[in-house]
Structure formats: C-alpha cells, structure tokens
C-alpha cells in the first residue's frame, strides 16, 4: 500500500475517474480518495511510478 498526492480532485467523479485510471491495469486495486487532502491511498499490484502515470494521464496531477 502506497499514498499519492494527487491535485485537482473536486468531487466524487474525479474519484472514480482516478480509480477507473488505476483499475484499467489493475482491475483488483483498491483505491480510496480524500478530497480534502488531496491523497489517494492505493493497493495494488502495481509500481507507485505506474499508478502515478496513470492518473495524470487521466487528467489527475501527482506530485511528491
């Protein structure tokens, strides 16, 4: 289990957009957001690098 800073998320569809991103390589992945902070904590089988991509790819900057 890893956390990302994830910028830009307002609502309950910019999670499931994130978590969509993410379960698109990982369908058995746990995501959970908190709009408030901003963090994304995620389980996966997938490298902190990977998952990183994936969501700014889904439009979802992620930052250290």
Do not use: H, W, Y
């Amino acid at each position: 289990m890893f956390t990302l800073k994830v910028s830009g998320m307002t609502c309950g569809g910019c999670i499931n957009a994130v978590t969509r991103a993410v379960q698109a390589q990982d369908p058995q992945a746990k995501v959970q957001a908190d709009l408030a902070t901003q963090v994304v904590s995620l389980e996966t089988s997938l490298s902190p690098e990977l998952a990183a991509k994936l969501i700014t790819d889904a439009g979802f900057p992620v930052s250290q």
